[in-house]
T-cell receptor, first 110, second 112 residues
Framework: TQLLEQSPQFLSIQEGENLTVYCNSS?????LQWYRQEPGEGPVLLVTVVTGGEVKKLKRLTFQFGDARKDSSLHITAAQPGDTGLYLC??????????FGPGTRLSVLP | DTAVSQTPKYLVTQMGNDKSIKCEQN?????MYWYKQDSKKFLKIMFS???????INETVPNRFSPKSPDKAHLNLHINSLELGDSAVYFC???????????FGPGTRLTVL
């Protein structure tokens, strides 16, 4: 069974600070996704990375897929209260369902 | 224009009852899913289904059964509800060949 771990589990920071959250596994994935989930809503896809070492930027968010395709990081620059939410990573392999990590709950205080 | 919708949003019921949750997607997607998110926010897949194949997570009790009247709908039936079934259930869909899943808003099930 492929498992994903995420760290930290909880993160509370002040507006304007930078932060990095991590997604790790002992398994190799063909692709990895990051989602953000707000209270009372379903997860919303932020990005999919598929190539080892790949870096993708989405405004203030930078996503990196590890060279070995076993881990990923999400870096947020100058966090804003609107970034508050549960960040989930999900790993997938060709033709198989995605496996989700337990999530990092981020709180950005104004 | 809701892409993936679920009803009801909240469901409170007694242990032992049978209940259904409905899911509809208007995206023309081929594959639909049901996930369970527990109190610790762990999102676990229960079923994936397209018009050809139903894939069941082996850990899902057979009290849970998906039913698809057509390509745009995948309903979840739960028999003999138990306290441990309390969770938020999410429906999702994808287009064939795509990894992008679109999630519904969730149904919060509380079993008393």
């Amino acid at each position: 069974t492929q498992l994903l771990e995420q760290s930290p589990q909880f993160l509370s920071i002040q507006e304007g600070e930078n932060l990095t959250v991590y997604c790790n596994s002992s398994s190799v994935f063909s692709s990895l996704q990051w989602y953000r989930q707000e209270p009372g809503e379903g997860p919303v896809l932020l990005v999919t990375v598929v190539t080892g070492g790949e870096v993708k930027k989405l405004k203030r968010l930078t996503f990196q897929f590890g060279d070995a395709r076993k881990d990923s990081s999400l870096h947020i620059t100058a966090a804003q209260p609107g970034d508050t939410g549960l960040y989930l990573c999900a790993g997938g392999n060709y033709g198989q369902n995605f496996v989700f990590g337990p999530g990092t709950r981020l709180s950005v205080l104004p | 224009d809701t892409a993936v919708s679920q009803t009801p949003k909240y469901l409170v019921t007694q242990m032992g009852n049978d209940k259904s949750i409905k899911c509809e997607q208007n995206l023309g997607h081929d594959t639909m899913y049901w996930y369970k998110q527990d109190s610790k926010k762990f999102l676990k897949i229960m079923f994936s289904y397209n018009n050809k194949e139903l894939i069941i997570n082996e850990t899902v009790p057979n009290r849970f059964s998906p039913k698809s009247p057509d390509k745009a709908h995948l309903n979840l039936h739960i028999n003999s509800l138990e306290l441990g079934d309390s969770a938020v259930y999410f429906c999702a869909s994808t287009r064939q060949g795509s990894d992008t899943q679109y999630f519904g808003p969730g149904t919060r099930l509380t079993v008393l």
